[in-house]
T-cell receptor, first 114, second 111 residues
């Protein structure tokens, strides 16, 4: 158990809908990262938050947004969902946002868009 | 742009048959190279971090090594429970902490 908690484990929804994925980092970790894993592309970095502020952005679509709350949990919001958004979404956390620090991953949320 | 290429894509071994997985990378200012293990339907599990060429780390039947262009994950006398996908990732400079992952090597160890 990595100590990173993600809910829900599975989400099934329809195209055009909006969903929210939740992540609780390990105790004491200030930085949260979101990654998307699809069959054909592997793990892709989406966005990073550090102590409530956005730190770095990857290939995140404009339909997607995230935030980190004062209690350090994070939410990833996906809107106007398309079939191609079906994937595993992982959250990771690290003690801080410096280079070379280990990122610990949650078990993921499997999103199916029908 | 940082890039990671892993080979082979898939590897089938008999129990006890040692082998190595390769991770080739290009990165601007390596801050760390990471190995993770991922079981089906689960999140990546951290194995090793390597920071500079020449560094080696071991854990049970696994040993990771690093050069300036590639990393190897050596598996000695594997067991069926070592079956998983092994992911390699790099973290580069420029102030970003994102991990850039390869597509992984799927390892199957048969009894």
């Amino acid at each position: 158990d990595s100590g990173v908690t993600q809910t829900p484990k599975h989400l099934i929804t329809a195209t055009g809908q909006r969903v929210t994925l939740r992540c609780s980092p390990r105790s004491g970790d200030l930085s949260v990262y979101w990654y998307q894993q699809s069959l054909d592309q592997g793990l892709q970095f989406l966005i990073q938050y550090y102590n409530g502020e956005e730190r770095a952005k990857g290939n995140i679509l404009e339909r997607f947004s995230a935030q980190q709350f004062p209690d350090l949990h994070s939410e990833l919001n996906l809107s106007s969902l398309e079939l191609g958004d079906s994937a595993l979404y992982f959250c990771a956390s690290s003690v801080d946002g410096t280079g070379g620090v280990i990122q610990y991953f949650g078990a993921g949320t499997r999103l199916s868009v029908l | 742009e940082d890039q990671v290429t892993q080979s082979p894509e898939a590897l089938r071994l008999q129990e006890g048959e040692s082998s190595s997985l390769n991770c080739s990378y290009t990165v601007s200012g390596l801050r760390g190279l990471f190995w993770y293990r991922q079981d089906p339907g689960k999140g990546p599990e951290f194995l090793f971090t390597l920071y500079s060429a020449g560094e080696e780390k071991e854990k049970e039947r696994l040993k990771a090594t690093l050069t300036k262009k590639e990393s190897f994950l050596h598996i000695t006398a594997p067991k069926p429970e070592d079956s998983a996908t092994y992911l390699c990732a790099v973290q580069g400079g420029a102030g970003f902490q994102k991990l850039v992952f390869g597509t992984g090597t799927r390892l199957l160890v048969s009894p």
